[in-house]
Each structure stands twice: as C-alpha cells, then as structure tokens.
C-alpha cells in the first residue's frame, strides 16, 4: 500500500541553524504531497505542499521539492527560530481514483533553542 | 472562519461505555474526515463524508465505531463498548470540493479508556 517514511526523531538544534527533515514516499501512482505541522497545543496545520514532480511548496522560510526519481519531499529551512518548535508530519494523497484520505508518516518532534 | 471546532476536547470513560464526539467543519465545506493519532504516530484515515454521503471508510473502523453527518453540516464519531486500544487522538478536517486540496484540521479529541 502507499506509505510515507519520516526520519526519526526527536530533533534539537540552535535557533539559526538548518534544518532537513527526510521524507520518502513509497506509492503506485502520482502522489500528492504534503509538510502539515503541529504546534505545541495546537492542531495540525498546512506547512506546503506540492501536487506534481519537480514542484517546489514554499511557506514561512520553508521548502520542500518533490522529486520523482528518488521519491521524496524532504522539508528544508536555512535559518531555524525557536518559534518552529514543533512536531512536523509529511503526508500523501492520491488523487487518482478519488480517494481522499490522506497518508502521514510518524512525524518528527523539533526542538529549536536559543 | 472560525476553522474546525471538536467537541468535547478531553474524554475520559472506563472499558465498555460508549462515547460520541462532534465536529463542526469550516462553513460551507462539503466534505469531512475522520483521522484517529496515537501517541508517536501521525494520524490514520478513518473516514470521509461529502455531504451527508459516507463516502470512504478506513478498514481501521471496526463495526464498534460508527460516524454520521445527517444535515450535511456538523459529524458525529460514536465508538461503543469502548476498549483500552481505542485510547487516541480523534481529529477532524474539512475541506471544500473543487477548492484547494487542503484539509484544515480541528484541534481534536483526547479520549482515555481506564
């Protein structure tokens, strides 16, 4: 079935670091993909996304490039603040076929500090 | 928008009770999704209504879970005879067809079994 693989956390760096967080994805068919982040006391929120290969989602500082051939989205930021503290899951849709639900990986816990 | 709102926030109930949670999606959005999250993993499709038509459902969903949208608008997850495993996160996400592929999450629904 289709799936998502995060790298496992939990994670801590210092605020201005950079931060990668793996992401692969194992589907038949074209997904799409998706960063949503959780922060502490909140729910889930859309972080970027991105619908077909070779598509950069881009929002708050943060980027992530689905690629094809290696089958990932892995969530980049240059610059880490301590306000991005948070849990960050990578998740997939497949359109085709019609099915809504979504797929998540595990999540990964950051913990940025000053 | 007042976004996705769940109700009650935190439910405790011992083995064997039943238990209902609410959701209200975003106004006007037509399709609503059930995801359940356990601790350490990202959330798990349960099922998915447009309108009120139940359109989708996760083999997750035992026959001792059963979900409703009667009027189209505001969900009800009903889980009977409550066991120590259905111990979890409930969330909720609503999202518009034809709009944008977003699901705009709720902030869930903390459920204890003792």
């Known amino acids: 079935g289709n799936s998502v693989t995060q790298m496992e956390g939990p994670v801590t760096l210092s605020e201005e670091a950079f931060l990668t967080i793996n992401c692969t994805y194992t589907?038949?068919?074209?997904?799409?993909l998706f960063w949503y982040v959780q922060y502490p006391g909140e729910g889930l929120q859309l972080l970027l996304k991105a619908t077909k290969a070779d598509d950069k989602g881009s929002n708050k500082g943060f980027e992530a490039t689905y690629r094809k051939e290696t089958t990932s989205f892995h969530l980049e930021k240059g610059s880490v603040q301590v306000s991005d503290s948070a849990v960050y899951f990578c998740a997939l849709r497949m359109p085709q076929g019609g099915s809504e639900k979504l797929v998540f990986g595990k999540g990964m816990k950051l913990t940025v500090n000053p | 928008d007042t976004g996705v709102s769940q109700d009650p926030r935190h439910k405790i109930t011992k083995r064997g009770q039943n238990v209902t949670f609410r959701c209200d999606p975003i106004?006007?959005?037509?399709?609503l999704y059930w995801y359940r999250q356990t601790l350490g993993q990202g959330p798990e499709f349960l099922t998915y209504f447009q309108n009120e038509a139940q359109l989708e459902k996760s083999r997750l969903l035992s026959d001792r879970f059963s979900a409703e949208r009667p009027k189209g608008s505001f969900s009800t997850l009903e889980i009977q005879r409550t066991e120590q495993g259905d111990s979890a996160m409930y969330l909720c996400?609503?999202?518009?067809?034809?709009?944008?592929?977003?699901?705009?999450f709720g902030p869930g629904t903390r459920l204890l079994v003792l």
């Open positions: 589907a038949t068919g074209y997904p799409s």
């Open positions: 996400a609503s999202r518009l067809a034809g709009g944008t592929e977003t699901q705009y």
């Open positions: 106004s006007e959005h037509n399709r």
